[in-house]
């Protein structure tokens, strides 16, 4: 990790790029000028080909929801997108690096960073910019904030208004943490040859930008930390709590909150928890934030009553905000709410449901998830009709959310709609795409819409009778992999691979050796994910292919068509009533954990398996459980860094 991000803040001070700079002087032009230094940085992809911000931004995409254009003529940025943030402090420049960006596993894009050079300094350190200020006067800064495309050469500015604050700087090379936050920075496009602002240049205004990073987030999967977050009552039965592991410790780490905790999820680089916890009021699961070990809980939204509780969280993928279902509105009238990940009041996205609905309470969400530039939420939910799972897509950072329906009871018929047991997947094209049985559909099929609710349609490549199972989405958001069967083979679920903007029919992945069985179905899982590996060279999925109805863990190639590995054994081999119920890549590809009742049937414990190219193999026990308790899967295992 050490080695990349040096790589990246030599390129970035080399270019002069997008500098904002305000505090001590110094001498010299690089990361050696000057005293101790913290530096942040963020990579986004805002230029265009073009590099034409007005073009890009005006438009709507600018990562974190555009606000138009100011009254100077300004593209307005409401948020700067912070993915995969990164941090470490360098010894060798005393300077500590940052780094996010607006989508996964970029290799090169611009880069946003704050610089702190200390000096002893106290926190919070805050440092407003000015119109008067040029890169020459502000060398060696105090703090200091740039842009670049390290690959662009017209793509330089500098910022003139605004402020930058810095709430904590470590100077530890092994561990650390840098969080600062910008506010209404405005960014004039800059000549650094001549250190003046480009004539007629361009401009754009970041109106916030918050990070929290720690050394080890390390989220280009490198050989950094690298921890397995998981929920359930693994220590006490019925008493759920979140637990953290990072291979190759020997035990697990949990953290204690109020009496439990109902749900959770973490941020992409693993530097924050958001939880339903009952902290002050037991039985009543306000929305908190905590810290990985669970010290400083922040309440982010209270519940209005005893026995009302958040039951599931979405953290965004800029962890700017967190979706959440609770029943706020009423006991047992659950609904997807929104907040900022900092807090306040909750605002719902769930759609009316009808009035004089005689068991409203039956109307809830099924699922949910965030769009990946975190600007939109699917919710997939029986809200007009019980067992009829509509999908509404809903804008969701914008003053006032409107539920925008894609698929309506009527178009469902006398069938079920929407898939409840899939997560509803997002393109890199911006698409959702969904299993879903309309009112025409003999079975299961997949289907697509845009962010806007617009341009439903069943994939078109997908062959005409096929019905789908389990399926998943490459990091990237290009690469769709699922279980399908064919008319001449019903109901035994090969594994496949094809475009996720289908543009061309699916590639047979599995050996394609599977018969029709005498009942139910055979091979890859109908209700279970497909987990497509962060360096998409490998997939895992659960399914029978050993013995019908024991649900193991398999893997095959990304490329090519070979028998799936049996790559774990679990319980006594034959035994129909031992399951793999969930599976999670570590980042870095190496490494499978999942969940399986292995030792005591409907006892779920979590297993790792470190070899993914073998058959057959013991797993490693992880976590287990007492008598009755588990390892849950409706709250599932991840990994930090996300990929």
């Not at 940052?98 to 946003?112: F, G, H, I, R, Y």
């Not at 780490?253 to 992409?268: E, K, M």
């Not at 279970?528 to 024991?550: E, L, N, W």
Request: glycine content about 10%; some cysteine; aromatic content about 8%.
């Amino acid at each position: 990790m050490g080695n990349r991000l040096h790589r990246i803040g030599l390129l970035l001070l080399a270019g002069g790029a997008f500098a904002a700079c305000a505090g001590s002087s110094g001498n010299g032009n690089d990361l050696g000028a000057g005293g101790g230094h913290d530096f942040a940085a963020a990579p986004d992809d805002l230029s265009a080909a073009s590099s034409d911000l007005a073009v890009r931004d005006g438009s709507g995409r600018d990562g974190g929801g555009s606000g138009g254009f100011d009254g100077g003529g300004c593209v307005v940025v409401n948020t700067w997108p912070n993915l995969n943030p990164f941090a470490t402090f360098d010894s060798n420049f005393s300077v500590t690096y940052e780094l996010s960006t607006d989508q996964a596993m970029v290799s090169a894009s611009n880069v946003l960073s704050v610089e702190d050079w200390h000096a002893g300094a106290t926190y919070p350190k805050s440092v407003t910019f000015s119109s008067t200020d040029t890169y020459a006067s502000t060398n060696a800064c105090d703090v200091c904030v740039r842009l670049q495309d390290p690959t662009a050469t017209d793509f330089n500015f500098f910022a003139q208004a605004g402020t930058a604050t810095v709430t904590e700087a470590d100077q530890d090379p092994a561990n650390g943490r840098m969080k600062a936050t910008l506010t209404n920075v405005k960014l004039v496009e800059w000549d650094f040859t001549n250190d003046v602002p480009v004539a007629g240049g361009r401009c754009f205004i970041i109106n916030s930008d918050s990070f929290n990073v720690p050394w080890t987030a390390n989220t280009d999967g490198g050989t950094g930390a690298q921890t397995l977050w998981f929920w359930g009552d693994f220590v006490t039965n019925n008493v759920s709590q979140v637990a953290s592991w990072a291979p190759p410790a020997a035990t697990t780490s949990p953290i204690t909150l109020g009496s439990q905790v109902n749900a959770f999820d973490v941020t992409r680089d693993g530097s924050l928890l958001v939880v339903g916890a009952d902290v002050t009021t037991t039985g009543q699961f306000d929305l908190y934030s905590v810290n990985p070990d669970g010290s400083s809980p922040q309440l982010l939204a209270a519940m209005p009553a005893a026995g009302r509780k958040v039951s599931d969280v979405r953290i965004s993928p800029d962890g700017q905000w967190v979706a959440f279902v609770a029943d706020i509105d009423g006991a047992g009238l659950r609904d997807v709410w929104i907040v900022p990940i900092t807090g306040g009041t909750p605002v719902k996205l769930s759609p009316a449901r009808p009035a004089g609905a005689a068991t409203p309470t039956q109307l809830v969400p099924s699922q949910f998830d965030w769009s990946r530039d975190s600007q939109t939420v699917a919710i997939a939910g029986d809200y007009e009709v019980n067992s009829k799972e509509q999908l509404y897509l809903v804008a969701a950072t914008v003053a006032s959310p409107a539920p925008v329906t894609a698929i309506t009871s009527a178009a469902i018929g006398a069938n079920s709609g929407v898939g409840t047991s899939q997560t509803i997947l997002w393109t890199a094209g911006g698409r959702a795409i969904f299993k879903a049985r309309l009112s025409a559909d003999a079975g299961f099929r997949l289907y697509g819409v845009d962010a806007n609710g617009a341009n439903l349609a069943q994939f078109t490549r997908f062959p005409a009778g096929a019905q789908v199972a389990g399926m998943g989405l490459s990091p990237d958001g290009t690469l769709l992999a699922l279980g399908a069967d064919s008319v001449a083979q019903p109901n035994a679920y090969e594994l496949y691979t094809m475009p996720a903007d289908d543009s061309a029919a699916p590639t047979l992945r599995s050996a394609g050796t599977l018969l029709s069985p005498a009942s139910s179905h055979i091979g890859v899982d109908f209700f279970q994910p497909v987990y497509v590996s962060p360096d998409a060279t490998k997939i895992a999925f659960v399914g029978d292919f050993v013995t019908t109805g024991r649900e193991e863990l398999f893997v095959v190639g990304a490329t090519g068509s070979n028998a799936p590995i049996h790559v774990a054994t679990v319980g006594t081999a034959g035994d129909a009533t031992r399951d793999v119920k969930w599976a999670a890549w570590k980042p870095d590809s190496s490494t499978l954990a999942f969940i399986a009742d292995s030792r005591a049937d409907n006892d779920f414990e979590l297993y790792t398996i470190a070899d993914v190219t073998t058959a057959d193999q013991t797993p490693t026990l992880v976590q287990g459980v007492p008598t009755s308790g588990d390892v849950q899967e409706s709250q599932p295992p991840r990994w930090t860094p996300a990929p």
